[in-house]
């Protein structure tokens, strides 16, 4: 028995089929319903998932172009969420990576470009002359509006890559290899100085050194007085000028008394520090913060391979970059230079007050908070310092990074300073996230600690140091 074949259709009699079978990428462009559905359609697929209109609608090689680049972008979004959340030391190694982030960038801004490619080419496709005489305004609009989400995220992205990688260049500039850890211990001397106006020098007027456990991240931070007299130095220029501890001037050029803080003053005015320090400046640092270094080492008997410098001067522009912190005033107090004779009365000179309390301060308020002293004393002054680092730390959270990069990464690059080498970084910043769940420990080396402000007892000290950052374990009960 013979099959009759079905019949064979005209070209004519095939277009209605084809049209409604495959109408996105065959329509029937006497129809401006169906052209007006298709292009809404197209202009949304093109968001959604760039290359799928092209792959439905128009040319296939674009449309690989566009799905393939997509695809790759997403797989690695996931696996950096992924990385981030199970392997952190992979993730932070990469985003702290300098040619990473220019990599990043470079796809970034390349990305953007092909979705502007695609979306142009998508209009193109929906040839907006056939649609309804409304719809082609709304369609091109709206088409415009998502190229502008979403290449101008991609195009943010790619500025932030430039300035993180910017700005660990600026900061993280010394090349020198990592130290291991001291003991157990990464010791950072933290260093603040105020070079604004009314000041005929700049000193160090907060000294501390942070000891960050290199397992657990557990932070101490000790305060240093920025007056505690006639310290010892740990090995080396300064040790040898000063054997017995460090003697004050006479010459008033050269700091005034025996201070820790008169070293930059000594180091880099009355002694030829380069000759002193004669590697600092390549590594990195300066002479007189390297003198600086070896004093803190004297005192607390650890060593300190790294600093950090904030300038006081911009401090105010990290603590707004941040979006203020918050601390509790235990005591009110006045904003302004001080008095203008002795015995002036605070209100007289006073420009503001900081009032006893819960307060969310701005730049300015917070580094007032750390500088005023004419109605409490230096050692209050030391310990507020170190609320006020806490405070900040406690403020440096991924949202807050995140919501205020841009704004952070240039304040921050305004105002530190740092010998850390940017290949220290990943662990650095892995030990910062174990610590944030982790309270900070303080050590204050003030009267209320047990020390003679006039006459401290070094060896004491160190020990007091030691017994803190390594407690003895408790005994097994008998």
Request: aromatic fraction near 8%.
């Amino acid at each position: 028995m013979t099959v009759a074949s079905p019949p064979r259709l005209s070209a004519a009699q095939r277009v209605p089929q084809v049209v409604e079978e495959r109408p996105l990428r065959y329509p029937d462009p006497s129809s401006r319903a169906m052209m007006t559905r298709r292009g809404w359609w197209l202009v949304l697929l093109n968001f959604v998932l760039p290359g799928s209109a092209q792959a439905l609608a128009g040319n296939r090689r674009l449309a690989r172009i566009g799905l393939g680049a997509t695809l790759a972008l997403w797989l690695a979004a996931v696996l950096a969420v992924l990385c981030a959340l199970l392997w952190q030391p992979v993730f932070l190694t990469v985003v702290t990576n300098w040619f990473a982030l220019i990599a990043l960038q470079v796809l970034l801004v390349a990305y953007a470009v092909l979705w502007i490619v695609l979306t142009v080419d998508t209009l193109r496709l929906v040839r907006l002359v056939r649609t309804g005489r409304v719809a082609r305004f709304g369609i091109a609009a709206v088409a415009i509006a998502l190229l502008v989400v979403a290449s101008g995220t991609a195009a943010y992205a790619a500025s932030a890559a430039g300035t993180a990688r910017d700005t660990l260049g600026a900061i993280f500039g010394a090349s020198g290899p990592a130290v291991e850890p001291s003991d157990g211990y990464y010791n950072i001397l933290l260093l603040g100085a105020d070079s604004g106006a009314g000041r005929d020098s700049m000193r160090f007027d907060s000294i501390s050194v942070v000891s960050v456990n290199a397992e657990t991240g557990a932070t101490t931070i000790t305060g240093i007085p920025r007056d505690m007299p006639g310290f010892p130095f740990a090995e080396g220029p300064m040790q040898d000028r000063y054997p017995n501890g460090h003697e004050g001037h006479s010459d008033p050029d050269c700091g005034w008394g025996s201070g820790i803080n008169q070293l930059r003053t000594e180091v880099e005015v009355c002694q030829d520090g380069s000759s002193l320090y004669p590697d600092a400046v390549d590594n990195g640092s300066a002479p007189a913060i390297e003198a600086t270094k070896d004093a803190a080492e004297g005192i607390l008997g650890v060593e300190i391979p790294y600093y950090v410098f904030i300038d006081m001067h911009g401090f105010a522009a990290l603590v707004d970059s941040l979006g203020g912190v918050e601390i509790d005033v235990e005591k009110r107090l006045p904003k302004g230079g001080g008095p203008a004779y002795n015995g002036q009365p605070v209100d007289e000179w006073a420009i503001g007050w900081i009032e006893a309390g819960p307060q969310h301060m701005n730049g300015d308020t917070a580094q007032w908070y750390a500088r005023s002293r004419y109605t409490t004393n230096d050692f209050d002054r030391m310990e507020r310092q170190r609320i006020l680092q806490q405070a900040m730390l406690a403020q440096f959270t991924p949202q807050t990074v995140l919501t205020r990069f841009q704004d952070v990464a240039a304040a921050g690059a305004d105002v530190v300073q740092t010998d850390l080498p940017q290949s220290l970084l990943p662990f650095l910043a892995e030990l910062a996230l174990k610590a944030k769940e982790l309270p900070v420990q303080t050590i204050e080396l003030t009267p209320e600690g047990g020390i003679d402000e006039h006459d401290p007892d070094y060896a004491y000290i160190q020990e007091l140091v030691r017994t803190t950052l390594h407690p003895p374990s408790p005994s097994p009960e008998a």
